[in-house]
């Protein structure tokens, strides 16, 4: 994947997570290799100190549709922001991810 496409999904990530977490700090990481640690990943997602880091997978993400790519990132992010908001004691994907992920929808929605 060419560095100028990371930089533009880094930025975009960057304007997604601003709309419904000013106040925390991303990092995007960029992995040959992740992806290959459970087959179809695409991202995976944790905190390091004051960062929210997502990690995508250079090889899945550059075969992915546009749709994909969306989506993954939206996934990623919303662990984040759930995290950010309740700690990370809560379930992947319970009640606190799903309300991050429609948060992070319904803004990106209002842009359009």
């Known amino acids: 994947m060419r560095a ?3 930089a533009r999904v ?3 990530a960057s304007r997604v997570l601003e709309k419904v977490a000013p106040k925390m700090r991303l990092l995007v990481g960029w992995s040959r290799e992740c992806g290959s640690w459970h087959e ?3 991202g995976e997602a944790f905190i390091w100190a004051v960062y929210g880091v997502i990690m995508l997978s250079e090889k899945l993400f550059e075969g992915g549709t546009p749709e994909s790519r969306e989506d993954t990132i939206r996934h990623e992010l919303a662990h984040l922001v759930a995290w ?3 700690g990370h004691e809560i379930p992947a994907h ?3 991810w799903r309300a991050a992920r429609a948060d992070i929808d319904a803004a990106l929605e209002a842009d359009e």
């Open 4 to 6: 100028s496409e990371r």
């Open 10 to 12: 880094e930025r975009y």
């Open 40 to 42: 179809g990943v695409h």
């Open 84 to 86: 950010h908001r309740h």
């Open 94 to 96: 319970g009640r606190e």
